[in-house]
């Protein structure tokens, strides 16, 4: 019946998210939501989502080509080029270009609210 929205500017480490850089955020398992949940990229120039060779720049639990970890957490990947073998769960960025990310809950649960589900933060991979 509602949404729920967690934005990330920077990873782990406080750099501002960098597209030539390789990231992954890490999904517990039991993701709290009713219906589903995306993680979308916006260009942080413009605010708009993030133009790349993909459709859209975005992951979502409606996908189903979605690699899902058999403890039910999924592990979403960011750069300019598939991670070998986790291309269902990448999303493209671009070199020389910034970005930022939403974590959107469509009908999210209790445990977001109480905070007893946390997302992970945004990595560097290499």
Known sequence: ??????LAFVDAAGNPLDGSKNYSLHLPPNIPVNNFW?????????????QTDQQFPMMSSQNKELIINPDSSVDVY???????????????TIPGKGWFTALRLYGPLEPWF???WKPGEIVVEN
């Open 1 to 6: 019946k509602a949404s729920q929205y967690a």
């Open 38 to 50: 995306s993680v979308i990229l916006y260009d942080d120039q413009t605010r708009s989502q993030l």
């Open 78 to 92: 960011f750069g300019p080029a598939a991670p070998e073998g986790k291309e269902n769960n990448w999303i493209q």
């Open 114 to 116: 109480d905070k007893t």
